[in-house]
């Protein structure tokens, strides 16, 4: 305490003309519109950096919590929609009643954000930031907020591998509409944005425009996802097949956030499956 004073009484003079000084800017700031302006424009040299920066803060905040509602609400919207069911008129099966029928659920959504993305190899892949513990398994559909992405590969307990659409690897079973023609949609280009349907016939009759969706014929897929639009076709007199390119709806450039899909009744399909195969 006897420091304090001693302190006290060593600065008080600077003390007293600090607090004049201080005193005495309040007032000019306040009567004097020449003084305001000058000391409002030096100060704002000084927090306005600091102002932008707590705003770029907030609002990242901010978008984060609202790009995580708007997440749940596309997945509630998702999870209602008809490709998500199967429809059918017996009542073999415990299913309950809406509108349009008997309905049973057959598969399931969740979200991830990504972490890492490639768009310029040979084999490109993508890491999201959900895995074991959040019940991820190998064989789930990918999607964007615009179409297909690719399917789960590996699985760790935090994070996954995701070959993406743009992998050679990559093979998805797929129908041009409106003429409900089914082919496969590989990736061969070094574009980003461009992929082709094979093993369409000559002989159908396809537009440019066309949309391609998934066909349904997979246990991964649900029927109906936008894959792309058909932006060119080609005819080869050395193949009996057309090639055709499409405009991946996907931008795997600015793919952030991704929804997974699961088959409710994949393990059911998988058994059946290998019974065939080993018959």
């Not at 992405?149 to 590996?154: E, I, P, R, T």
């Not at 061969?188 to 082709?196: H, K, M, R, V």
């Not at 007199?237 to 956030?257: Q, V």
Request: charged share 20%.
């Amino acid at each position: 305490m006897t420091g304090l004073k001693e302190l006290i009484k060593r600065f008080f003079h600077i003390l007293i003309l600090f607090s004049l000084l201080v005193c005495s800017l309040i007032l000019i700031y306040q009567n004097n519109n020449f003084q305001y302006s000058i000391i409002s424009t030096t100060t704002q040299r000084f927090t306005g950096p600091v102002q932008k920066f707590a705003n770029f803060f907030y609002r990242h905040l901010n978008y984060y919590n609202e790009n995580e509602y708007l997440m749940q609400q596309n997945i509630a919207l998702l999870k209602e929609k008809e490709n998500m069911f199967i429809f059918y008129d017996d009542t073999v099966h415990p299913v309950f009643l809406d509108e349009k029928g008997k309905k049973r659920r057959i598969y399931d959504i969740t979200s991830a954000h990504v972490v890492f993305n490639t768009i310029n190899k040979a084999n490109n892949y993508i890491i999201i930031d959900k895995g074991k513990k959040d019940g991820v398994i190998p064989d789930m559909a990918v999607l964007s907020p615009n179409g297909v992405a690719g399917v789960v590969s590996d699985v760790s307990e935090n994070f996954s591998t995701v070959i993406s659409l743009l992998n050679p690897n990559s093979r998805i079973s797929a129908k041009i509409l409106p003429v409900n023609k089914i082919g496969i949609v590989i990736w061969g280009d070094s574009d980003p944005s461009i992929a082709q349907i094979i093993d369409i016939p000559k002989h159908i009759m396809i537009a440019v425009g066309d949309s391609v969706v998934t066909s349904g014929f997979s246990d991964l897929f649900p029927k109906d996802v936008l894959i792309g639009s058909i932006i060119e076709k080609f005819d080869n007199p050395n193949n009996p097949f057309l090639t055709i390119k499409i405009r991946i709806a996907t931008d795997f450039g600015n793919l952030h956030n991704v929804f997974l899909i699961s088959n409710l009744y994949k393990p059911e399909l998988d058994s059946l499956k290998s019974k065939f195969k080993n018959e």
